[in-house]
Nanobody, 119 residues
C-alpha cells in the first residue's frame, strides 16, 4: 500500500489545517507525528470495521479524524493549533479493523508532511 500524506504548511497559533492521506478499503489508518528531536508519537486513528476513533490526550478535542469515501482519503482536521503541534505528520495503515495507538500496530507508512505552528 502506497500512502501519501498532504496538506501540511506553516500557520499561526489558533489556525486550522486539514491533512489528507490517500487511503481506502478495509484498512484502519493512524496519524502519527514527530517533532524535532523527539520520538514519533500517536495522534489519532480510525478503524475500518466500526469507524471507531482514538486520539491522544494532547490532540483530543482539537483534532478530528475522518474518512472521505468520495475522495478515498482519511483526513485529519486540526483546529486551535499550538506551537507544540509543530511536527512532521505521518499517516500509516494497519490491516486490523480497529484503531491502534502503537506504531508497531501499523504495517505501512507514508512520507510525512510538515506542519509548523508559530506564534
Amino acid at each position: 500500500v502506497q500512502l501519501q500524506a498532504s496538506g501540511g504548511g506553516s500557520v499561526l497559533v489558533g489556525d486550522s489545517l486539514r491533512l489528507s492521506c490517500a487511503a481506502s478499503g478495509r484498512i484502519s489508518v493512524g496519524w502519527f507525528r514527530q517533532a524535532p528531536g523527539k520520538e514519533r508519537e500517536f495522534a489519532a486513528a480510525i478503524g475500518w470495521r466500526y469507524g471507531s476513533t482514538d486520539y491522544s490526550d494532547s490532540v483530543r478535542g482539537r483534532f478530528t479524524i475522518s474518512r472521505d469515501n468520495a475522495k478515498n482519503t482519511v483526513d485529519l482536521q486540526m483546529n486551535s493549533l499550538r506551537p507544540e503541534d509543530t511536527a512532521v505528520y505521518y499517516c500509516a495503515v494497519r490491516y486490523g479493523g480497529t484503531p491502534s495507538t502503537r506504531k508497531d500496530g501499523y504495517q505501512s507508512w507514508g512520507q510525512g508532511t510538515l506542519v509548523t505552528v508559530s506564534s
